[in-house]
């Protein structure tokens, strides 16, 4: 009876039940609601549903994230300059957090890009350049957010990791994260900025219709000049160019992102521009998205750092919307009333969905204004916009 019962103890220890805790039971609680969020009401469920994952999988089975680089507390060694040289690591790396080294060296948010320029049409960013003006607007979330971060603690490179949340673009804030040295606020960061890109069309349309009029939303913008094939094949290269040799460290993102819209617009790799929009990406965004929810375990998040982490990442996101639509109202004054302003919401990097709530909001007002096309404009500027202020950091702070 002693063996049976020893065995019953052994086993129940075993379980994830022994070890739960109020806060993973909290974050057990959230990955549902994610995951209802991304099956139930169709928020973005290709990040949603593998984030929600594994944020579950983490607070139930802690070991699926343990690194081999890591030392157990207690076995540090210690050499004459008090540095530590070794220890006790655990007995194996837990497979996410191999692919979690993946988004630390920057490889899972440069390998997105690729699959987003391959499968975005860059056009009506070149038929009408002053989008590039309404993308840069909506920067201005990311720097609001970099002086309140400063302003509540935060130190600089941390501010500026957290402040790219606003530019709603999770991988730039994971490759930012990682290159400024901050991967433990990766987590949080990376969760922020992509509840962020999912909740587009609950955040943004309140803010677009306080800032615009309804004479304004029915501003109807006319048709988009066709543009040439060798339009669009020069302007990957052109953009490549110019901005890595203004700032070589955004290399890693503009490279990728203009490398898979050139495969596009070459038209002869087809293959590549295939696998690079379709296969490739949803291989990554597997790995990208369960370990970004995976480093969010109850002891790595519930902190009073992250909750200013998403509050902030929120006043970012809001300011960057704000920014674009208020620049969109001045340049339909400027030309007037040729430009619908709600097309400057989308000048977040959140694509395309920021692009078909500007669609959505102008149809609202008008069924037969069709803003699409116009606001992928400056939703593709914000894409670059993003990937600029990331490496202006970056040369701040000499990365």
């Known amino acids: 009876m002693d063996y049976v019962l020893d065995t019953l103890g052994n ?112 056009g009506p960013l070149i038929a009408n350049p002053i989008s590039f003006l309404l993308g840069a607007a909506a920067q201005l979330g990311i720097f609001a957010a970099y002086l309140l971060a400063i302003i509540f603690g935060f130190n600089g490179k941390a501010a500026a990791a957290i402040s790219i949340i606003g530019g709603a673009d999770g991988p730039t804030s994971i490759f930012l994260a990682g290159k400024l040295g901050q991967s433990n606020l990766m987590g949080p960061i ?6 962020y890109m999912s909740l587009v069309p609950i955040i943004q349309p309140p803010i677009m219709k306080a800032l615009t009029t309804e004479k304004e939303r029915k501003i109807k913008m006319t048709q988009l000049r066709p543009v040439t094939k060798l339009e669009k094949i020069l302007f990957p290269i052109i953009i490549t160019v110019v901005v890595v040799l203004l700032l070589p460290s955004t290399a890693p993102l503009i490279g990728m992102l203009m490398l898979g819209n050139l495969f596009r617009e070459s038209g002869v790799v087809k293959q590549l521009t295939e696998t ?11 790995l990208l998205g369960t370990s970004v929810g995976a480093s969010t375990s109850a002891e790595a998040f519930l902190k009073v750092d992250t909750l200013l982490i998403v509050v902030l990442g929120l006043v970012a996101f809001a300011f960057g919307t704000a920014g674009g639509v208020l620049l969109g109202k001045l340049m339909s004054k400027l030309t007037h009333g040729r430009i619908n302003p709600l097309i400057g919401s989308a000048g977040v990097s959140a694509v395309p969905m920021a692009a078909r709530v500007s669609q959505k ?18 939703n593709v500027a914000g894409v670059i916009g993003t990937a600029v202020a990331a490496g202006v950091f970056m040369a701040i702070y000499g990365i």
């Open 190 to 195: 990376a969760v922020a900025a992509y509840s």
């Open 11 to 122: 086993l129940a220890k075993q379980t994830a039940f022994a070890t739960l805790t109020w806060g993973n039971l909290l974050m057990i609680l959230v990955a549902f609601v994610f995951l209802y969020l991304a099956i139930a009401k169709d928020f973005e469920p290709l990040l949603l549903v593998p984030i929600a994952f594994g944020m579950l999988l983490v607070n139930m089975y802690p070991d699926i994230m343990y690194d081999v680089e890591k030392i157990i507390p207690g076995t540090e060694i210690y050499d004459e300059m008090g540095n530590i040289i070794g220890g006790k690591y655990p007995e194996s790396t837990g497979l996410l957090a191999w692919f979690f080294k993946l988004d630390e060296a920057a490889i899972l948010p440069s390998l997105i890009f690729m699959g987003v320029g391959a499968g975005t049409d860059f």
């Open 361 to 378: 909001v102008g149809s609202q007002y008008d069924p037969t204004n069709f803003l699409l096309m116009h606001a992928m404009g400056p």
């Open 276 to 286: 690079a929009s379709n296969a490739l990406m949803y291989i990554v965004v597997i």
